[in-house]
């Protein structure tokens, strides 16, 4: 009987393991433009500041000055 339910406590924590970071890395999305193909040439980067929620901190998305 322990040894089923120690067999149970492992899956689940592979499982929620394996569902935390597959939600962590779709998260992390690469931006496919750049500024040249936005704004022409000549246009660069000069700064880009991570957009964060105020109350849990999580990242929500990147603010880029071109």
Do not use: K
């Not at 499982?15 to 998260?27: P, Y």
């Amino acid at each position: 009987m322990f040894r089923t339910i120690r067999r149970i406590g492992i899956v689940t924590a592979l499982a929620v393991g394996l569902v935390g970071a597959g939600g962590a890395s779709a998260q992390a999305a690469v931006n496919p433009y750049t500024a040249q193909s936005l704004c022409g040439l000549g246009h660069t980067e000069i700064d880009q500041d991570p957009i964060r929620n105020q109350a849990t901190g999580a990242r929500l998305g990147t603010v880029h000055l071109l």
